[in-house]
């Protein structure tokens, strides 16, 4: 986030209330977003015809979201504005309110790991699998050798594969699986390591024999992944007896699946909202942290909560492919407005990021559950949002009236 002005603050009370046309100006006074990038969001911010139909076939229109920004996020010591398309009140609301929390006590610390994609061959009918993964292992300089001449792009860039596991699956029919983990850069990669996988086939077939089976990324990025804390005092929270809560709740998540799910759906609640803004293959990323959260045998939470002596303390683990070059991050107009305002110089920042977005929304639901309730919390940000509306209609009509 290096070119990022340094008085960029994510704290701006009262956003909610200004219009849109106000909110715009805000997000330009911060020196993020350009004039070019606000007018196109002021113009509602879609996707035109012609680009939509290069983008996916039989397109017959653009479909629409709610483009927001999330407040007061504090990520490894900077402010960061967090862009989130999602259609589910209360989403950008709730993490704002986290993310305000969590600032009190510093806010979000974390890294990424390098940016390392895993990618998949498959072969079949192998006749003897434990000697030919031997030769495989034997061979991986010159696998290595194959996979980067196969992206000689991304290995100038500095990327590249770095990697191998080779795996048995299924010693009766000769089932084998090799794993190339290939460092992608600021990429998210998926064409790079589906080159590489479909490169190596025919090299690693000599050394197995057998036939070649699917050669594709696999969406459990285990190599590529965020690990982030924060802490929020028991005061800010609201008292012992809410940090309390959220500590059982995640205790709840930690032992039964059930529970876990739907835990992990209000971490992803933010995590997809950025995705989504932000032109992110959420599918995958989805696809991604669910596999993840049942690796073990038994699915898990992806963020822990445990009790400190003065509140409590959030961990968060999971993958996280994202991209800051490739994909719509260049065509879809909308997204250079996001990135313009997060301000992410790497793949890495923007993971850290949604993974912030994520906690949140993960500690925004969990406090409600321990308190008063979702639905409380849900009607009562209903009714101001209500009021804010209706308190804007108002001042139009009094300065349509006046100008008549
Ligand atoms: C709703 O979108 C998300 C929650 O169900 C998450 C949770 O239960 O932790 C509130």
Do not use: C, W
């Given at each position: 986030m290096s070119d990022q002005?340094?008085?960029?603050?994510?704290?701006?009370?009262?956003?909610?209330?200004?219009?849109i046309e106000e909110r715009l100006r805000t997000m330009i006074?911060?020196?993020?977003?350009?004039?070019?990038?606000?007018?196109?969001?002021?113009d509602g911010g879609r996707l035109t015809l012609d680009v939509a139909d290069r983008m996916s076939e039989n397109v017959i229109a653009v479909h629409g979201l709610p483009l927001s920004i999330?407040?007061?996020f504090r990520v490894n010591h900077r402010d960061?504005?967090?862009?989130?398309?999602?259609?589910?009140?209360?989403?950008?609301?709730?993490?704002?309110?986290?993310?305000?929390?969590?600032?009190?006590?510093?806010g979000f610390f974390g890294e990424a790991t390098a940016p390392i994609m895993t990618t998949q061959v498959q072969f079949d009918d192998v006749p003897n699998p434990r000697q030919a993964r031997a030769?495989?292992?034997?061979?991986?300089?010159?696998?290595?050798?194959?996979?980067?001449e196969a992206i000689p792009g991304m290995v100038k860039r500095g990327g590249g594969c770095r990697d191998m596991d080779v795996r048995v699956l299924d010693e009766?029919?000769?089932?084998?699986?090799?794993?190339?983990?290939?460092?992608?850069?600021?990429?998210?990669?998926?064409?790079?390591?589906?080159a590489v996988a479909e490169a190596v086939a025919p090299e690693i077939r000599e050394f197995t024999g057998g036939t070649v089976g699917l050669r594709i990324l696999s969406n459990l990025s285990i190599r590529r992944r965020v690990r982030l804390h924060c802490e929020v005092s028991a005061d800010v929270l609201g008292g012992p007896d809410l940090a309390e809560g959220v500590v059982k709740a995640s205790r709840f998540a930690e032992l039964d699946p059930y529970r876990a799910v739907t835990h992990n759906k209000g971490v992803m609640n933010g995590v997809d909202a950025v995705a989504l803004a932000m032109g992110q293959d959420w599918r995958s990323i989805e696809a991604g942290a669910h596999a993840f959260a049942s690796l073990t045998g038994t699915y898990k939470p992806l963020v822990v909560w445990r009790r400190t002596e003065s509140g409590i303390r959030g961990e968060l683990d999971m993958p996280l492919a994202v991209g800051i070059v490739g994909g719509s991050t260049r065509v879809h107009r909308g997204v250079r407005a996001g990135f313009e305002l997060m301000g992410v110089t790497s793949a890495g920042e923007l993971a850290i990021v949604?993974?912030?977005?994520?906690?949140?929304s993960n500690l925004a639901a969990l406090r409600a559950l321990a308190g008063e309730g979702i639905q409380r919390g849900h009607m009562r940000l209903h009714s101001r949002k209500q009021e804010v509306h209706e308190n804007a209609r108002l001042q139009t009509k009094a300065v349509e009236r006046g100008g008549q």
């Open positions: 002005p340094s008085s960029v603050t994510s704290r701006i009370p009262g956003f909610y209330r200004e219009r006074e911060t020196g993020l977003l350009s004039e070019k990038s606000a007018q196109h969001l002021r999330a407040l007061n960061v504005l967090v862009p989130m398309a999602v259609e589910e009140p209360s989403v950008v609301a709730a993490a704002s309110n986290a993310a305000r929390q969590v600032r009190m006590t510093g030769r495989v292992e034997a061979e991986r300089e010159r696998i290595f050798k194959v996979a980067d009766e029919h000769g089932v084998l699986v090799v794993h190339l983990y290939v460092d992608v850069g600021d990429a998210m990669g998926a064409n790079v390591v589906d949604m993974a912030a977005a994520g906690m949140a």
